[in-house]
């Protein structure tokens, strides 16, 4: 289907120049982008930034059947635009976020309200949709929660126990991320990137790496590319362990909560192997890697992932042989597959509601075009599907490593970059442990960045986890949001 | 069968939990590079080739003046230990740095090349909390991992609880808060609400280089640039994020609950 698109195909870590991108009058370049969602692409991202005398619109198109992306953007306009929310709500925050960053009004947007923009300490919720009746209570939560956990509010419209609608509010975490990027890269955007979202810290800072590498026309050394691989998949190890845990505590199954707690940071100790930070920091960087991971560390660091392989796959077992947890997870918090394609889920959560969507598999960058993971999908939906999906990659992607461990390509880990491109636009697509990591950089005439955009999968995803609850009871809340565990501040940006 | 696996295999592992501080403290990862050390008299004349390469600048050299080192901004990156052309910035392996002054953090000036490890609860509030310090978290902007690595200590492998430190869901059930990210100004209100409702007296914690001075985001508009320039903090401990071992340590040294 993308061979007929009017919009500019590039492949997942490229980059064009501005001018080659195609370019419409707003109103038909949100019919175009409209047209290609409606035969099945998906909003990778979309944005607006400054153009001339006013504003344009940059829709990044993902076609994940034929393997490419795309690009489209509008001629510079002020003012409004027609919404495309309204048959295409996967748009939906993305257009708030135009609105509020930019004052550009999606009209039509059934929704319009603040994504992150505060007000006397606090984000500018708002007001809630409410339902009515003399039956109905309100019931909010946060933004400071129970346990050791970022904040985020979340107000439930109730019958009873029954939740009827869940409107989730973000903009807590906003530490300005994308307004301190404009004229970038400085000093500390590096270590910004490194923290978008601290526990995918991996994800984030291999598409920064990889939008100054296309940027700079130079890609970085094989064996680079190899420890990044080796690195996104120790992430994935580590927070899926993690979930998995969480999950067990939230049903009161102890014993694979107690030892998920434990393996997880054994998975953190691995990257620490390499890089000295249980998070990756300081590993990836612009031009390669920071760190070697010489054949001698590899065979330790391999020897421990066994162990830890091994310890993961009991702590599984007992999990999925207790037909109390089985019991607890299946039917619960469903997302029904035409909703996830509707509202652009990715990720496990996406999996887990049968879609093949994976970057890794779709848009394969990196160390992914030469080694391959297969796709764990898991149908029905639910908290099962999505601690099922979990459970899969945690096998999938220990056997990755110990085979990729074994057979690292030869040379240095780092080059120097030439100078950026000036008025191009850079495109990387990264399946984080959450799903699609989405950087695009788009340069100004000396070669900065005029305007960085960040999606992190979570963004694509609260969304689901308010359709989740609907019809579910209040109670169920805690084991459907761990099975999601959404980053507020990757999306608070 | 089900449950004669599972106390089968609990029994196999055996007790998971670290022998420190009674013990030897976990090792640190060998390119972790623990807390730093600055000796400025080491620095060549005029030489400022730590500054620039420093991501949040906590690295500064005002002209005719000792190079000057703020561990609380540092993100640990080690870039200017890199940069140094004469090992007058070097990596000592400690994982200890927990503080109880802000200024205790700033390295460089003479008898200030190592920063001062804090000093126990005095003696009233060591009575209060010394065996049992409930503590409320707020994540003010946190990224997720300074909260990874406080949750960790939770899990078997460290077992806070054996200490008497707990993480409570309530500020009225709590003794004093522990904060992490820059303390956005999104979360302000909510912070110091949490923090009014802490009952006296209380104690105020931030870990990691966003909750001591806003981290690779200080300066920006969106947010406060650490903890205490909206509350009184009682302990620092630097970061990004901090070890574990290394929140562990500063909790029990304010506790005064390490063997001499």
Request: aromatic fraction near 6%; charged fraction near 20%.
């Amino acid at each position: 289907m993308s061979a007929s698109t009017p919009f500019a195909l590039l492949p997942n870590a490229s980059s064009l120049p501005w001018a080659e991108i195609p370019c419409w009058a707003v109103d038909d370049f949100i019919a175009a982008t409209a047209e290609e969602l409606s035969r099945g692409a998906r909003l990778g991202s979309f944005f607006g930034m400054p153009e001339g005398r006013g504003m344009c619109l940059v829709a990044v198109l993902a076609f994940d059947a034929d393997n490419t992306l795309a690009v489209g953007r509008s001629h510079s306009f002020s003012g409004h635009f027609p919404s495309l929310t309204i048959h295409h709500p996967q748009a939906h925050l993305f257009e708030r976020e135009i609105w509020e960053q930019l004052a550009l009004t999606p009209v039509g947007h059934p929704w319009l309200k603040p994504v992150r923009k505060g007000r006397d300490g606090a984000p500018v919720n708002g007001e809630f949709f409410r339902v009515d009746g003399r039956e109905v209570h309100e019931v909010a939560v946060g933004p400071v929660h129970a346990g050791i956990i970022e904040p985020g509010h979340f107000r439930f419209q109730c019958a009873g126990e029954e939740v009827l609608h869940l409107e989730i509010a973000l903009g807590y975490q906003h530490r300005g991320m994308e307004e301190a990027l404009a004229g970038g890269p400085h000093r500390a955007t590096h270590s910004q990137m490194e923290t978008v979202s601290g526990d995918a810290t991996v994800a984030h800072a291999t598409a920064y790496a990889t939008v100054l590498e296309s940027l700079a026309g130079k890609e970085a050394p094989l064996r680079a590319q190899w420890l990044r691989g080796i690195a996104l998949e120790l992430e994935r190890l580590a927070n899926h362990t993690g979930d998995i845990g969480a999950l067990a505590g939230d049903v009161g199954f102890l014993p694979s909560n107690a030892a998920c707690g434990k393996i997880r940071g054994d998975f953190l100790n691995l990257t620490a192997t390499i890089c000295g930070n249980r998070f990756g920091r300081g590993l990836m960087i612009a031009g390669g890697c920071g760190h070697d991971l010489e054949s001698e560390r590899a065979t330790k660091l391999r020897d421990s992932l066994k162990i830890s392989m091994a310890d993961v796959e009991q702590a599984g077992a007992w999990f999925w042989d207790a037909a109390s947890v089985r019991a607890r997870f299946e039917g619960t918090g469903i997302v029904f597959p035409a909703q996830a394609v509707e509202i652009g889920m990715v990720g496990p959560a996406a999996r887990a509601c049968g879609l093949v969507r994976d970057v890794r598999y779709d848009h394969p960058a990196g160390w992914f075009r030469f080694a391959q993971l297969p796709v764990a999908v898991w149908p029905s939906g639910d908290v099962f599907a999505r601690a099922r999906v979990r459970s899969l990659e945690i096998q999938r992607s220990g056997d990755f490593l110990l085979e990729q461990l074994t057979t690292p390509p030869d040379g240095p880990v780092c080059e120097g970059l030439p100078g950026l491109a000036p008025e191009t636009l850079a495109v990387t697509l990264v399946e984080g442990w959450r799903g699609e990591v989405c950087h695009v950089a788009v340069t100004d005439d000396s070669g900065r960045f005029r305007r960085y955009k960040i999606t992190d999968p979570s963004f694509h995803n609260w969304t689901g986890l308010a359709l989740s609850l609907r019809g579910t009871a209040i109670s169920d809340f805690p084991i459907c949001n761990k099975s999601f565990n959404l980053s507020y501040c990757g999306s608070d940006l | 069968m089900f449950i004669l696996d599972t106390i089968t295999h609990r029994l196999k592992r055996g007790c998971e939990t670290m022998a420190y501080p009674q013990g030897p403290a976990p090792v640190l990862p060998d390119r972790h590079g623990g807390a730093l050390k600055v000796d400025a008299s080491l620095c060549a004349d005029s030489c400022t080739a730590c500054v620039p390469v420093c991501p949040t600048e906590a690295v500064i050299r005002q002209a005719g003046k000792p190079v000057s080192l703020d561990l609380g901004r540092c993100i640990f990156c080690a870039a200017c230990v890199k940069a140094c052309p004469t090992k007058a910035i070097t990596q000592t392996g400690d994982h200890r740095m927990a503080v109880r002054r802000r200024e205790d953090l700033m390295l460089g000036a003479p008898g200030e090349e190592e920063l001062r490890l804090a000093k126990a609860l005095d003696a009233k509030l060591r009575k209060l909390f010394g065996r049992s310090l409930r503590l409320r978290q707020v994540s003010a902007g946190g990224c997720a991992a300074c909260e990874a690595d406080t949750n960790v200590l939770g899990t078997i492998g460290w077992d806070l609880g054996r200490f008497g430190i707990q993480f409570v869901a309530s500020p009225r059930h709590a003794d004093g808060l522990l904060i992490t990210g820059p303390v956005t100004k999104n979360m302000e209100l909510a912070l110091r609400k949490t923090y009014d409702a802490v009952p006296e007296p209380k104690i105020v914690i931030a870990v990691g280089a966003c909750a001591i001075a806003g981290g690779p985001f200080v300066g920006h508009a969106e947010v406060n640039n650490g903890a205490d320039s909206l509350l009184p903090v009682d302990l620092y401990i630097p970061g990004c994020p901090p070890h574990p071992l290394t929140i562990l340590e500063g909790l029990l040294r304010l506790l005064d609950r390490l063997d001499k």
